[in-house]
């Protein structure tokens, strides 16, 4: 019945330019027939294949705001699930000049995201903590502990996790006196107190410790002696 025929055949062109602007392209689909009916393989068909993609212009751009992206950083981990991010900037496109403007001007265009999840490979296990509890003292010394798990990918439990790299599970906290970590007066009128010189006495320091330590660092001679008059 002699050579069948295998000629490409294309769709037509889009009837849109992929830019709104300024310079895009219009696309087609390139496709491999026997007989008029048969798909076959790209490189069946004799000839060259014909243009998929063509450019078009949709004509200057003037004025015309959008949003502009960088590229995109390194992932935030080295395994297992991180974060990838990217600049994003406001511009305005006037016929090939673009500047950056405030980015309030392209509050009404749809902002592209500027972050998505990465993961390079997976870790196997690792530790993982929970966040530190409160200081058991508030000062002269005290601990806080939080848990420490070794799990796998799968956040299973684990006892692979290398002992030498564990957390610290107990960490000790507010070593320091009772007058340095002191933020706020216990007492509602603690400026007599600085007034009347109270603050030599252990009382008065300790419920208008804000009080009496700023007043020890502009008068400190004052705490010395007590010059109370009656």
């Known amino acids: 019945m002699g050579v069948c025929a295998r000629s490409w055949f294309t769709s037509l062109w889009s009837q849109r330019c992929s830019a709104e602007c300024g310079k895009g392209n219009r696309t087609r ?9 048969t798909d076959l393989p790209l490189d ?69 995201v500027t972050a998505r999840p990465c993961r390079l490979k997976p870790c196997g296990v690792q530790w993982y903590v929970t966040e530190w509890s409160a200081c058991s003292r508030s000062c002269h010394g005290g601990f806080r502990v939080r848990e420490v798990r070794c799990l796998t ?31 706020h007066d216990q007492y509602h009128n603690c400026l007599v107190v600085v007034q009347a010189r109270l603050c030599i006495y252990p009382y008065y320091r300790g419920v208008c410790c804000a009080a009496c330590s700023r007043a020890q660092k502009t008068y400190p001679n004052s705490f010395q002696t007590n010059h109370i008059r009656r």
């Open 29 to 37: 689909v390139a496709v491999c027939l026997m007989d008029h009916a």
């Open 44 to 112: 069946s068909c004799e000839g060259e294949r014909p243009a998929e993609v063509a450019s078009c212009d949709s004509g200057p751009c003037l004025n015309r705001l959008e949003w502009y992206t960088g590229p995109w950083g390194q992932c935030s981990a080295e395994c297992g699930n991180g974060t990838q991010t990217r600049s994003l900037a406001c511009i305005n496109n006037n016929n090939g000049r673009v500047e950056a403007v405030e980015p309030a001007k392209c509050s009404g265009l749809a902002q592209p």
């Open 153 to 183: 990918d799968a956040i299973v439990p684990s006892d692979q996790c290398d002992p030498d790299l564990i957390p610290e599970s107990r960490q000790e906290c507010n070593t320091q006196p009772k007058d340095s970590y002191c933020q």
